[in-house]
């Protein structure tokens, strides 16, 4: 699992952490943006994966498919999934929402599955390799978690996508919350819980216009990763 788990986490860098917002708006627009956006994938994935790159990762009809093949196939697949998001959105009239988001997501995880060599899934595909696993938790709690945050509301409160204050500053409350999960015994549930309330108030005092929904999927998130992280550091909660 180790060549999927480093293409996950190349998957979450380029498709959030990397993808600034002008990137985003020039793959909309056309093929410049999108092919930029699909080659940053390609290089950060490759990289990650780069000592494998010239084995044998599967075989189909018995023709074998090494690392570097499998890469021009993500490029390729992630370019159609990508466009056939823009497509549906500009010419069938799809709405730009959570469910396009998921859809989105899922299909270029499930393709990332695919070409990855996963011959059994045992106890190891939850626990990866310990950087690539806190790291791939780190940036679903700081940027990917920004972007679903801001699909949720779209959809409940019409709401745009956060301000720089806003969103750095939910950035940072969840990062803190997701690190206590990391301290080590039962000192972390306090910590945590004691964060939590902290995050409340803030709402309450109105530091920052925040809604209920931002402050429950912001927890959610990072405790969900929290844990997760928890498991992949020590092996157990």
């Known amino acids: ?127 990866p390799e310990k950087w690539v696993g806190l790291l791939a938790m780190l940036v679903i709690v700081t940027h990917a978690s920004t972007v679903l945050v801001y699909f949720i509301e779209k959809e409940l409160h019409q709401k745009e996508f956060p301000t720089f204050d806003e969103k750095y500053f939910l950035i940072f409350e969840r990062v803190v919350l997701w690190a206590f999960f990391l301290v080590k015994g039962w000192y972390w549930v306090p910590f945590a819980a004691a964060w939590v309330a902290q995050m409340v108030y803030v709402r309450r005092k109105r530091i920052l216009d925040l809604s209920l929904t931002n402050i429950t999927v912001s927890v959610l998130v990072a405790a969900v990763c929290g844990l997760w992280a928890r498991y992949i550091y020590y092996g157990a909660f």
């Open 1 to 127: 699992m180790t060549i999927f788990w480093r293409l996950l986490l190349s998957h979450l860098l380029a498709d959030f952490t990397l993808q600034l917002n002008v990137v985003n708006r020039l793959k909309r627009e056309g093929m410049l943006g999108m092919v930029i956006h699909c080659m940053t994938h390609f290089v950060v994935a490759a990289a990650l994966v780069w000592p494998w790159l010239p084995d044998v990762w599967f075989t189909v009809g018995g023709i074998p498919v090494n690392g570097w093949t499998a890469m021009v196939l993500l490029l390729v697949t992630h370019y159609m999934v990508d466009q056939l998001r823009v497509y549906t959105m500009k010419t069938l009239g799809f709405r730009d929402g959570i469910a396009s988001f998921i859809v989105d997501q899922f299909l270029h995880v499930y393709i990332l599955f695919l070409l990855s060599p996963v011959f059994v899934l045992d106890s190891s595909f939850f626990v």
